[in-house]
T-cell receptor, first 110, second 117 residues
């Protein structure tokens, strides 16, 4: 199982929007609507931010949104805040009870 | 409040074994598929293993197949990861996570396994 492809870094100024991409194949991202996104602060456990491509768990700000087109999923954070500075990981179901993560994107709020 | 608490990590020599444990509370454990995910120092998340609700079905990443065994005890709300024939590349923080709606909804704080001579 090859890792999903994410840009290593992304950045934006407070109040701006930033989009992080997650590219897989037709066997994972493109084949299932089971893409999820996780936020991780240094030394902390990951936290689920988006599931089933675009659904937000209770308590996650609506500034976070997800989408998918073909084999690429995206996480968009609008109205960027300093507290959004973290690492972000995508994950996709890959069939036959296999799961694959992206390599992670370090988001910097300028 | 949901809590997943891992334990059992430590320093072990190459070729050695460790047994990780994860205690769950605040969730209907017997209805939850459980997973182990690891993260090498400074690296990204990597899925390791999955177990279904009754423990009869398991799945492993190719990198650990044949060396790691996942199991669970629904009476104790516990999930385990037996790690044998450990290699330096198995050094990582190991997280247990529950799976709901095809995503990892709750995570523990992790337990660190270090394989080194």
């Amino acid at each position: 199982q090859s890792a999903l492809t994410q840009p290593p870094s992304a950045s934006g100024s407070p109040g701006q929007s930033v989009t992080i991409s997650c590219t897989g194949t037709s066997s994972d991202v493109g084949g299932y609507n089971y893409v999820s996104w996780y936020q991780q602060y240094p030394g902390k456990a990951p936290k689920r931010m988006i599931y089933e491509v675009s659904k937000r768990p209770s308590g996650v700000p609506d500034r976070f949104s997800g989408s998918k087109s073909g084999n690429t999923a995206s996480l968009t954070i609008s109205g960027l805040q300093a507290e959004d500075e973290a690492d972000y990981y995508c994950n996709s179901y890959a069939g036959s009870n296999n799961w694959v993560f992206g390599g992670g994107t370090k988001l910097t709020v300028l | 409040e949901v809590q997943l608490v891992e334990s059992g990590g430590g320093l072990v020599q190459p070729g050695g074994s460790l047994r990780l444990s994860c205690a769950a509370s605040g969730i209907t454990f017997s209805n939850s598929w459980m997973h182990w995910v690891r993260q090498a120092p400074g690296k990204g998340l990597v899925w390791v293993s999955e177990i279904n609700t009754d423990g009869r079905s398991t799945k492993y990443a190719d990198s650990v197949k044949g060396r790691f065994t996942i199991s669970r005890d629904n009476a104790k709300n516990m999930v385990y990861l037996q790690m044998n024939s450990l290699r330096a590349e198995d050094t990582a923080m190991y997280y247990c996570a529950s799976n709901w709606d095809y995503s990892f909804d709750y995570w523990g704080q992790g337990t660190l396994a270090t394989v080194s001579s």
